[in-house]
Protein backbone atom coordinates (compact mmCIF):
# COMPACT_ATOMS: atom_id res chain seq x y z
CA UNK A 1 0.00 0.00 0.00
CA UNK A 2 1.73 3.50 -0.80
CA UNK A 3 -0.80 5.04 1.05
CA UNK A 4 -1.72 8.81 -0.30
CA UNK A 5 -2.95 10.51 2.53
CA UNK A 6 -6.10 11.00 1.44
CA UNK A 7 -7.37 14.83 2.26
CA UNK A 8 -5.94 14.62 4.88
CA UNK A 9 -8.15 17.76 14.90
CA UNK A 10 -7.19 17.99 19.96
CA UNK A 11 -5.13 20.15 21.42
CA UNK A 12 -2.21 18.65 23.82
CA UNK A 13 0.86 20.26 24.26
CA UNK A 14 4.17 18.86 23.46
CA UNK A 15 5.20 18.55 27.30
CA UNK A 16 1.82 16.57 27.91
CA UNK A 17 2.92 14.15 25.33
CA UNK A 18 6.41 13.36 26.51
CA UNK A 19 5.20 13.31 29.94
CA UNK A 20 2.20 10.51 29.01
CA UNK A 21 5.12 8.36 26.55
CA UNK A 22 7.32 8.58 29.77
CA UNK A 23 4.88 7.05 32.28
CA UNK A 24 4.00 4.00 30.40
CA UNK A 25 5.27 2.04 27.28
CA UNK A 26 1.49 0.57 27.39
CA UNK A 27 0.07 4.54 26.60
CA UNK A 28 -0.09 4.91 22.74
CA UNK A 29 1.26 8.05 22.01
CA UNK A 30 -1.28 10.64 20.26
CA UNK A 31 -1.38 11.12 16.63
CA UNK A 32 -2.39 14.66 16.30
CA UNK A 33 -3.20 17.94 18.91
CA UNK A 34 0.49 18.23 18.86
CA UNK A 35 2.38 21.19 19.51
CA UNK A 36 6.51 21.93 20.27
CA UNK A 37 8.79 24.99 20.44
CA UNK A 38 10.65 24.92 17.94
CA UNK A 39 13.08 27.69 18.99
CA UNK A 40 14.03 25.12 22.10
CA UNK A 41 16.16 22.67 20.61
CA UNK A 42 16.03 19.87 23.99
CA UNK A 43 12.16 20.51 22.77
CA UNK A 44 12.65 19.83 19.09
CA UNK A 45 14.75 16.62 20.32
CA UNK A 46 12.47 15.63 22.97
CA UNK A 47 9.07 15.85 20.28
CA UNK A 48 11.29 13.44 17.63
CA UNK A 49 11.69 10.93 20.31
CA UNK A 50 8.41 10.86 21.58
CA UNK A 51 6.60 11.66 18.47
CA UNK A 52 8.23 10.66 14.94
CA UNK A 53 9.99 7.47 16.25
CA UNK A 54 6.74 6.22 17.43
CA UNK A 55 5.50 5.52 14.14
CA UNK A 56 8.79 3.46 13.07
CA UNK A 57 8.40 -0.12 12.71
CA UNK A 58 4.94 0.88 10.80
CA UNK A 59 5.72 -2.06 7.99
CA UNK A 60 4.99 -4.58 10.96
CA UNK A 61 1.66 -2.81 11.76
CA UNK A 62 0.62 -2.52 8.32
CA UNK A 63 -2.07 -5.51 7.80
CA UNK A 64 -3.02 -5.23 4.76
CA UNK A 65 -5.80 -7.13 3.30
CA UNK A 66 -5.63 -6.65 -0.21
CA UNK A 67 -4.65 -9.26 -2.82
CA UNK A 68 -1.77 -8.28 -5.33
CA UNK A 69 -2.60 -10.53 -8.22
CA UNK A 70 -6.12 -9.58 -8.29
CA UNK A 71 -7.71 -7.05 -9.90
CA UNK A 72 -11.30 -7.72 -8.91
CA UNK A 73 -13.14 -5.15 -6.88
CA UNK A 74 -11.93 -5.13 -3.25
CA UNK A 75 -8.53 -6.11 -4.04
CA UNK A 76 -6.87 -2.79 -2.99
CA UNK A 77 -7.82 -4.03 0.80
CA UNK A 78 -7.92 -1.83 4.15
CA UNK A 79 -5.13 -1.37 6.54
CA UNK A 80 -4.73 -1.31 10.04
CA UNK A 81 -6.14 1.18 12.38
CA UNK A 82 -2.49 0.89 14.01
CA UNK A 83 -0.69 1.26 10.75
CA UNK A 84 -3.41 4.84 10.18
CA UNK A 85 -2.42 5.84 12.80
CA UNK A 86 1.04 5.63 12.17
CA UNK A 87 0.21 7.59 9.30
CA UNK A 88 -1.57 10.29 10.74
CA UNK A 89 1.23 10.70 13.58
CA UNK A 90 3.67 11.47 10.72
CA UNK A 91 2.06 13.65 8.81
CA UNK A 92 0.98 16.34 11.88
CA UNK A 93 4.53 15.99 13.34
CA UNK A 94 5.89 17.19 10.21
CA UNK A 95 2.77 19.97 10.23
CA UNK A 96 3.72 20.73 13.88
CA UNK A 97 7.36 21.48 13.14
CA UNK A 98 5.95 23.70 10.71
CA UNK A 99 3.96 25.69 12.85
CA UNK A 100 0.87 24.81 11.22
CA UNK A 101 -2.50 23.09 13.35
CA UNK A 102 -1.42 19.75 13.52
CA UNK A 103 -4.98 17.96 14.10
CA UNK A 104 -5.02 16.62 10.39
CA UNK A 105 -7.19 13.44 10.36
CA UNK A 106 -6.60 10.59 7.68
CA UNK A 107 -9.04 8.09 6.50
CA UNK A 108 -12.05 9.54 7.93
CA UNK A 109 -14.36 8.07 6.14
CA UNK A 110 -14.64 10.90 3.80
CA UNK A 111 -15.89 10.90 0.44
CA UNK A 112 -14.45 11.15 -2.93
CA UNK A 113 -14.04 15.05 -4.43
CA UNK A 114 -15.78 14.78 -7.91
CA UNK A 115 -16.03 18.04 -9.99
CA UNK A 116 -18.46 18.56 -13.15
CA UNK A 117 -15.48 18.60 -15.16
CA UNK A 118 -13.86 15.05 -14.25
CA UNK A 119 -13.20 12.96 -17.27
CA UNK A 120 -13.78 10.05 -14.79
CA UNK A 121 -16.57 9.80 -11.95
CA UNK A 122 -16.73 7.18 -9.38
CA UNK A 123 -19.40 6.47 -7.12
CA UNK A 124 -20.02 9.63 -5.00
CA UNK A 125 -20.25 7.41 -1.91
CA UNK A 126 -16.64 5.83 -2.63
CA UNK A 127 -14.28 7.12 0.42
CA UNK A 128 -10.82 8.78 -0.20
CA UNK A 129 -9.34 5.95 1.60
CA UNK A 130 -10.37 3.06 -1.02
CA UNK A 131 -9.83 5.34 -3.83
CA UNK A 132 -6.41 5.73 -2.74
CA UNK A 133 -6.21 2.37 -2.06
CA UNK A 134 -6.99 1.46 -5.70
CA UNK A 135 -4.55 3.75 -6.85
CA UNK A 136 -1.43 2.37 -5.07
CA UNK A 137 -2.94 -0.86 -6.62
CA UNK A 138 -3.11 0.46 -9.87
CA UNK A 139 0.31 2.05 -9.35
CA UNK A 140 2.07 -0.98 -8.43
CA UNK A 141 0.54 -3.26 -11.14
CA UNK A 142 1.36 -1.26 -13.67
CA UNK A 143 5.12 -0.77 -12.56
CA UNK A 144 8.20 -0.88 -14.44
CA UNK A 145 5.77 1.34 -16.61
CA UNK A 146 5.36 4.84 -14.58
CA UNK A 147 2.41 5.57 -16.22
CA UNK A 148 0.68 5.61 -12.64
CA UNK A 149 2.38 7.83 -11.43
CA UNK A 150 0.03 10.21 -13.20
CA UNK A 151 -2.38 12.62 -12.29
CA UNK A 152 -4.30 11.91 -14.91
CA UNK A 153 -3.72 7.99 -15.69
CA UNK A 154 -4.54 6.54 -18.60
CA UNK A 155 -7.46 3.53 -18.80
CA UNK A 156 -4.61 1.18 -20.16
CA UNK A 157 -3.23 1.50 -16.58
CA UNK A 158 -3.45 -2.44 -14.95
CA UNK A 159 -6.26 -2.12 -12.27
CA UNK A 160 -7.32 1.18 -13.40
CA UNK A 161 -10.93 1.94 -12.21
CA UNK A 162 -12.46 5.94 -12.00
CA UNK A 163 -11.83 5.44 -8.11
CA UNK A 164 -7.81 5.15 -8.48
CA UNK A 165 -8.42 7.86 -11.62
CA UNK A 166 -9.70 10.51 -8.77
CA UNK A 167 -7.73 9.86 -6.21
CA UNK A 168 -4.64 10.13 -8.69
CA UNK A 169 -5.91 13.42 -9.87
CA UNK A 170 -6.28 14.78 -6.66
CA UNK A 171 -3.74 13.22 -4.34
CA UNK A 172 0.33 12.92 -3.42
CA UNK A 173 1.44 9.81 -5.91
CA UNK A 174 4.50 8.56 -4.62
CA UNK A 175 6.46 4.96 -6.24
CA UNK A 176 8.64 2.93 -3.71
CA UNK A 177 7.46 4.16 -0.60
CA UNK A 178 4.91 4.02 1.54
CA UNK A 179 2.69 4.90 4.86
CA UNK A 180 4.93 7.31 7.58
CA UNK A 181 7.80 6.59 4.72
CA UNK A 182 5.62 8.47 2.30
CA UNK A 183 5.32 11.44 4.40
CA UNK A 184 8.44 11.54 4.66
CA UNK A 185 9.75 11.17 0.83
CA UNK A 186 6.80 13.83 0.77
CA UNK A 187 8.44 16.40 3.22
CA UNK A 188 11.74 15.77 0.98
CA UNK A 189 10.24 15.84 -2.07
CA UNK A 190 12.50 12.87 -2.98
CA UNK A 191 9.04 11.35 -3.95
CA UNK A 192 11.31 9.38 -7.18
CA UNK A 193 14.69 11.16 -6.71
CA UNK A 194 14.92 14.52 -6.11
CA UNK A 195 15.14 16.63 -9.25
CA UNK A 196 15.72 20.32 -10.11
CA UNK A 197 11.96 20.66 -12.14
CA UNK A 198 10.33 20.55 -8.58
CA UNK A 199 10.96 24.22 -7.67
CA UNK A 200 7.24 24.49 -5.84
CA UNK A 201 7.86 21.70 -3.78
CA UNK A 202 3.88 20.58 -4.02
CA UNK A 203 4.19 17.86 -2.44
CA UNK A 204 5.12 19.34 0.64
CA UNK A 205 2.80 21.61 0.21
CA UNK A 206 -0.14 19.71 -0.28
CA UNK A 207 0.25 18.24 3.75
CA UNK A 208 0.68 21.43 4.79
Known amino acids: MLSLAT ?15 AVSAD ?40 NYTSLAAGAEGTTSAVFVGDVERRLNYFRALCGVPANVRV ?9 AADAWQPDPSTTKAAAAQRSALMIART ?7 NHNPPQ ?24 PGAVDAYVKENVTGT ?3 NVDVGHRRWLM
Open 27 to 66: VPTPTRGFEVDTSNRNSVVSFYQKVYRASEGYRDRMSWTG
Open 143 to 149: YPNTSGL
Open 107 to 115: NSGSVVTIL
Open 195 to 197: SSW
Open 156 to 179: TNVGWTTAAWNANKNGNLSLGFFG
Open 7 to 21: RFFWSVSVVSVCSHA
